[in-house]
């Protein structure tokens, strides 16, 4: 674990300028406004170790598929996202000398920032250059929430011992490359570039899928706070183009320069008009002057966090991971666009593909739901929906028929692009986490109008691609489903993941019933789906005796459903017998190695006793999670928090903390080794469920808002907002009592420790 980040409530902070750490904090210090996003990469040249990366929500490059050993079946193409031309680039020169951390003599007083209240990120220090030249300097750089084309700089220079000469040269860059490729292929072509006055635009687009992309720039000059009305001169190269600012500036005095600048893309306008939409984005910006904007920066901020904060008062650190997890959600993905989703890397990192996964349905979902509106979550289901035949497609391939949808493990436009056989193959569980977000939301924000119109057409394709899926095994008197990757993925081709079954049956069950709803209510939308599916009673029939006979693994010695069919057959060491210098296995160990041993990566069986709660005791989920969690070793982003949230509703609050601290800081304070390749983003949301569905105990009651809450004994309070069906709750949970109160124009009853409480708007309660 590192231990850098200052504790702080609102912001990320580190203090001390360390080569070694850079990497880390370029993740770390990452910022988004759901059009695009950047590592928090120095705006100066940077001759040290670096991972420059700018990205466009949306832009991406099918990398042709690499592996060692082609099977039919494999996507041939690894959907990458794309690192874009670098538009916050500006190279300073003091008295002849480049400003390069690197290279400088001494760097004092080194700052960054990351402001979550306030949506900005700083960076200060003082440097001594190789001339011995000493300079303070101060950055602010923010991404606009309004103007979502648009970012802005703020970059000062302040001599402290003499009087010299400063140059400015900021440039835009088309000439970048990506982290994460397969071939080295080249991503993206350069069209044209223009530079006029103060303004410059590069014009590019992507091979093979053409996104056309304007990156701009406006820069300006300051002394003192002074406009200094310069024009710059110009350099312009193949894949470059820079300005040149000069100025003689005195000893104590202030140099700023003022730089906007991002993306106008073929997704939002007209090809034929992206320069002319920069213009006008840039226009603005200008107009509005940095301050200004930055101003509307934080009433935007204000205005999410009203709705979307969660406070802990008594430990620090825990409010600080929360505040982290809930700002980089927004800065990812805010809801606007149905086209988009959440990627696990969002705007910090390429690993993964930066594409979308079963992380979105499986964790971000309930997030979106109670922070925002039921739009922003529909918007979600409805980018799975708009890939349905896609979905189908992708079945096709592997040999499923009549309309079975596979949904892919990882894409960008709705066609699998994940590349490793265990993966692909036989991760298949992802199709469950697709219907369960229709019941979900649902069951959350009571807007049935998405299945009649959207789900049910979804639900039919994962139902009979479970019925095709699944073989019935003469020796058991069962259907079984061979060989698969449950969610632990350290364990592949296995027989009878007893998740996977569980929940291919529950899709089977789940979409019978909302056929038999839809017939009754929603007569033409069912008339519609059947004719358009071709569905009949002979094939629903069929699926019915799949479900009804599906097998799960179980052993009466340990009174446990087993997480697949040979899970006995291991040697059961559990994960405390591991010494520090194995861990994190998945970095020390062999694959062979790890699949052979019993050590689990995250929640498998207990994801489904997450997911399907309601349908098992306290007592079964105890004796679940007693046995399985000792040999978790929680290597994935996604283990702590379901742990978390069945720690507290079993009242074992130590582990419960435990758990939630590690979800919460798991970047922060990079447990698993790895955050110089980008943030675990939709991880993120999960952390959010452990305050809210684990402490706070919410859940879905017959139809009604439940709560029984629990606080760590590290906290004196806590306190979270929910928008549950156009009504805000806020729950504010002490160690004597918890406090509800609503906003809205109606009463409102709910349940707390299984009693009915009544809700009365502008009206506190006390339980």
Known sequence: MQDYIQPDKWSIIEEGFDKDRVKSSESIFSHGNGHMGQRANFEE??????????????VYYPDKTR??????????????????????????SVS??????????????????LNMKEGWYSRSFTATLPNDVKINVN??????????????????????????EIQFHPYLDSGITNEDTNWDDKFWETTEITSKENQAFIESHTLKTNFQVCTFMESHLFLDGKHLKQNPSEEKKELRVAHEFVQTVKKHETLALHKFGGYTVSRNHKPSELVDAAKK?????????????????????AKIWEMADITIEGDIKAQQGIRYTIFQLNQTYLGKDSRLNIGPKGFTGEKYGGSTYWDTEAYCIPFYMATKNQKVARNLL?????????????????????????????TMNGEESHNEWEITFEEIHRNGAIAFAIFNYYRYTGDYSYIPEMGLEVLIGIARFWHQRANFSKSKGKYVILGVTGPNEYENNVNNNWYTNYIGK????????????????????????????????????????VANNMYFPYSEEHQVFLQQDGFLDKELITADKLTSAKRPINQKWSWDRILRSPYIKQADVLQGFYFFEDHFTTEELERHFDFYEPFTVHESSLSPCVHSIQAAKLDKMQQAYEFYLRTSRLDLD?????????????????????????????????????FSPRIPEQWTSYSFKINFRNRIVKVTVQKEKTEFSLDGKDEMSIRVNGERVVLHPDKAVAV
């Not at 040249?45 to 949306?58: E, M, P, V, W």
């Not at 226009?283 to 901020?301: C, H, M, P, S, V």
């Not at 890939?387 to 391939?397: D, G, R």
Request: aromatic share 12%; with cysteine; hydrophobic share 35%.
């Open 45 to 58: 040249s940077y001759s040290g170790n670096t991972f420059q990366g700018s990205y466009i929500a949306g």
């Open 67 to 92: 592996v060692g050993w082609w099977k039919n079946g494999y996507p041939e193409y690894f959907a990458k996202v794309l690192n874009a031309p670098n538009w916050i680039g500006i190279d300073v």
């Open 96 to 113: 002849g000398e480049a400003l390069d951390l690197n290279t400088c003599k001494k760097v004092a007083d080194f700052r960054r920032e």
């Open 139 to 164: 950055i602010v750089r923010f991404l606009s929430l309004d103007i979502d084309e648009v970012g802005a700089i703020h970059y000062e220079i302040r001599p402290t011992d003499a009087d010299v």
């Open 281 to 301: 984005s840039l226009k603005k910006a200008t107009d509005l002057g940095f301050e200004a904007l930055l101003e509307q920066q934080k009433r935007a901020w």
């Open 382 to 410: 409805k980018y799975r929906y708009n890939h349905l035949e896609k979905a189908i497609e992708n079945a096709q391939k592997l040999g499923f028929t009549n309309g079975a949808a596979l949904y892919p493990m990882v």
């Open 506 to 545: 529950w899709c089977i069950d789940y979409t019978l019933q909302q056929l038999t709803k839809v017939k009754d209510g929603f007569q033409e939308d069912y008339k519609r789906v059947v004719g358009k599916t071709r569905l009949t009673d002979e094939e629903t029939t069929k699926w019915q005796k």
């Open 670 to 706: 990079d447990y698993n080794k790895e955050v110089e390749e980008g943030l675990h983003i939709t991880s993120m949301a999960g952390t959010w469920m452990s305050i809210v569905e684990g402490f706070g105990g919410m859940r879905i009651v017959d139809d009604k808002l439940s």
